[in-house]
C-alpha cells in the first residue's frame, strides 16, 4: 500500500505538468531529441498554441444521459477516439519503451501506432496488445524513403502479425534541420536497435545528398494498398488538394500532422490546417489529425473542427518518461477525461453530437 501510495504520488495533475517533469528526468540529449522542433520551432510552438486560438462554445440543458465516446472507424469500434502518434526511439525515454507505450494505450481503449523506427520488434508489440478485448486499433507506420524491396518484406511481416492497417508518413521524405540537437551534437545511443529499419543508400547527387530517390511518389501509394492488403492511411497531409488526391486513390484516411514542426518549419500549425482539409474532401474519407494537443478540450476542437480522432505524441513520451506504462496510461486518462468533461460541459453526450457550431475562432492574436 505504501509503495503503491508513493507511486500515485509521482503522478502528474496535467499534461504540462508531465513535460515539465519529464525535462527533469531526461538527459538533456533525450529531451533535445524528443522535444525539438525543426530550425527556430515555429510550427511546434504554434501547433499547441492554436488550439487555444479556437473557443468552445458550449450549449446548455442538452440530454446526457447514456453518453460515451465510442467511434466507429475503419471497420471497427473504438472506446475514445485518441491514439499513441508513431514516435521512434522510445526505449530512450524508458527500457520499456513500446511495450509500455502499447500496454498502457491498449488498457485505456486508445489506439497505439508503432513506427517503422521502434526498439521493439513488432511481433512482440501485437503480441501484448491483441488479447485486450476492448482495445483501440493497432497500426503501423512505415516511412517515406525507405527502400522498396524492404517494404515488401516488411509489410507481409505487419500483415502476419495483425496490424490492423499501416499509416504511410509522407512528410518527411529527408529529416528536417533540427538545431537544436546539432548545438548539442545529440547521436542516438548506439545500444538502441531499430529492427524494421534498413537504411538505404543515398546516391549522393540531387536533393539533400541523393535521399529523395528512395521517396515514394504518388504513383506508389496505389502500390502499397495492393501490397497491404490492409487500410492505408497516409500521414503528414496540410494541403487540401493532397486531401483531396488521396482521396480519389480511395485511401482509408488521412491524417493533417506537419509530423509535430520536427521536419519543415514555418508551416501553419494543424488546428489552422484541418479545417480547410475537413472542407475539401466533404466526408468522402476519414480525417484524423496531430500536433501539439495538451488537453481533452483540444481533442474536443479537433473534434468540432471535422476530425474524426486524435493522435497525440510527445505528451505519451513525456508519460512514458517519468512513470512508464502507469505514466502513459495517466496521460491518456487524463486526456480522455478531460474530453468527456468538455463534452459534458459542451452539452455532447457522444462524438456525433460535437459540430463546428460548437467552436468559434477566438479575436485574440495567436
Ligand atoms: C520523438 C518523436 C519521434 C517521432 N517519430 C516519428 C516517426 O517515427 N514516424 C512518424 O510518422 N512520426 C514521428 N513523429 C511525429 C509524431 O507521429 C506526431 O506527428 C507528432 O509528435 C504530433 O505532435 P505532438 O508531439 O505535438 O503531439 C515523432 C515525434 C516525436 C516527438
Redesign the pocket.
Known amino acids: 500500500m505504501g509503495q503503491h501510495m508513493s507511486q500515485v504520488q509521482t503522478l502528474a495533475r496535467s499534461l504540462p505538468e508531465y513535460e515539465l517533469r519529464a525535462r527533469e528526468t531526461l538527459s538533456a540529449e533525450a529531451w533535445a ?2 522535444n525539438s522542433g525543426a530550425a527556430d520551432e515555429f510550427t511546434a510552438a504554434r ?2 498554441s492554436a488550439w487555444q486560438h479556437w473557443h468552445v462554445q458550449p450549449r446548455v440543458l442538452q440530454d446526457l444521459r447514456d453518453g460515451h465516446t465510442q467511434r466507429q472507424l475503419l471497420g471497427r469500434p473504438w472506446p475514445t477516439p485518441i491514439a499513441v ?4 526511439y522510445q526505449a530512450w525515454a524508458h527500457p520499456e519503451g513500446e511495450r509500455a507505450m502499447a500496454i498502457a494505450a491498449c488498457s485505456l481503449g486508445c489506439g497505439f501506432t508503432l ?3 521502434s526498439n521493439t520488434p513488432l511481433d512482440q508489440v501485437s503480441a501484448l496488445v491483441l488479447p485486450e478485448a476492448s482495445r483501440g486499433p493497432l497500426w503501423f ?1 512505415i ?1 517515406n524513403g525507405c527502400d522498396r524491396g524492404y517494404l515488401h518484406e516488411l509489410i507481409v511481416q505487419v500483415r502476419n502479425a495483425g496490424y490492423e492497417a499501416l499509416v504511410l ?1 509522407v512528410d518527411a521524405p529527408v529529416q528536417g534541420s533540427r538545431d537544436r540537437m546539432r548545438e548539442l551534437n545529440v547521436q542516438i545511443p548506439a545500444h538502441l536497435q531499430t529492427p524494421h529499419w534498413r537504411n538505404s543508400a543515398p546516391s549522393n547527387q540531387g536533393l539533400c545528398a541523393g535521399h529523395v530517390e528512395h521517396a515514394l511518389r504518388w504513383d506508389d501509394v496505389s502500390w502499397l494498398q495492393a501490397e497491404a492488403g490492409l487500410p492505408v492511411l497516409l ?1 503528414g497531409i496540410t494541403h487540401p488538394l493532397d486531401a483531396q488526391q488521396a482521396a480519389r486513390l480511395g485511401v482509408a484516411g488521412v491524417i493533417v ?1 506537419n ?2 514542426g ?1 521536419v519543415l518549419d514555418t508551416q501553419a500549425a494543424t488546428a489552422e490546417s484541418l479545417p480547410a482539409i475537413a472542407d475539401a474532401l466533404q466526408g468522402d474519407i476519414p480525417v484524423l489529425v ?4 495538451r488537453r481533452g478540450s483540444d481533442v474536443f476542437k479537433a473534434l468540432a473542427l471535422g476530425a474524426q480522432a486524435v ?5 505519451c ?1 513525456h508519460g512514458l518518461a517519468v512513470a512508464g506504462a502507469l505514466g502513459v496510461a495517466h496521460v491518456l486518462r487524463l486526456l480522455r477525461d478531460e474530453l468527456e468533461m468538455t463534452m459534458a460541459l459542451c452539452g455532447c453526450c457522444d462524438l456525433e453530437a460535437i459540430t463546428r457550431a460548437h467552436v468559434r475562432p477566438s479575436s485574440r492574436l495567436i
Not at 502518434?85 to 521512434?88: D, G
Not at 496531430?290 to 494537443?293: T, Y
Not at 493522435?311 to 505528451?315: A, F, K, N, S, Y
Open positions: 531529441y524528443f501547433n499547441v502518434a508513431p514516435m521512434a513506427s517503422q523506427h507506420q516511412s508518413s500521414k500532422s509530423h509535430g520536427r496531430d500536433g501539439g494537443i493522435l497525440v505524441g510527445r505528451p513520451l
